[in-house]
Each structure stands twice: as structure tokens, then as C-alpha cells.
């Protein structure tokens, strides 16, 4: 006769181990793979916001340039646009 007792202890140790390895797998993929959506995530957030930045930069820039040039030209035409009888608000913006 056989002594199954050993054996079925054995094999309930070779069933626990797998199961041990199986589930560290599956926690260091779902960790791993978090951590680098996360990066990822940030990454791209880091590239959204320097470029909304540089955009209202230049934004600013322009409407900085587009008023001194009408400045100028308000300038250059001798305030006549601003001194005529009949005042016209739309001839500043032409």
C-alpha cells in the first residue's frame, strides 16, 4: 500500500505555489501597467498645458501688436477720425 496522505500534502503545496506565482504575475502586470498609463497621462497633460500656454502667448502678442499699430495710425491721420462732426466708432476699427 501507499501512503497518499504524503502525497496529497505534496500536491496541495505544488497547487498553493502555483497559485502564489500566478497571482504575483497578475498584481505586478496591473501595477506595472498603471504606472505607466499614469506617466503616459501625465506626459500628455504636461504637452496640453505648455501649449494652451503658448497660444495665449502669441495670442497676446498679436492683440498687443494689432493695437499699436492702430494706435500709430490713429496718430498718423492726425486725430482726424476722432475730430469730424459726424463720429464714427467703426472708422477706428477698419
Known amino acids: 500500500m501507499m501512503n497518499t496522505k504524503g502525497t496529497k500534502s505534496v500536491g496541495r503545496i ?4 502555483l497559485m502564489a506565482v500566478s497571482l ?3 498584481v505586478t502586470l496591473t501595477v506595472g501597467a498603471y504606472k505607466s498609463t499614469k506617466d503616459l497621462l501625465i506626459e500628455r497633460n504636461q ?3 505648455k501649449s494652451a500656454v ?3 502667448n502669441g495670442e497676446a502678442t498679436n492683440l498687443r501688436l494689432s493695437t499699436f499699430k492702430r494706435v500709430k495710425d490713429i496718430r498718423k491721420n492726425g486725430f482726424t477720425i476722432l475730430s469730424t462732426d ?3 466708432i467703426s472708422a477706428l476699427f477698419v
Open 54 to 56: 503658448t497660444l495665449v
Open 47 to 49: 504637452l496640453s498645458e
Open 14 to 17: 505544488i497547487i498553493a505555489i
Open 24 to 26: 504575483l504575475s497578475i
Open 86 to 88: 459726424g463720429f464714427n
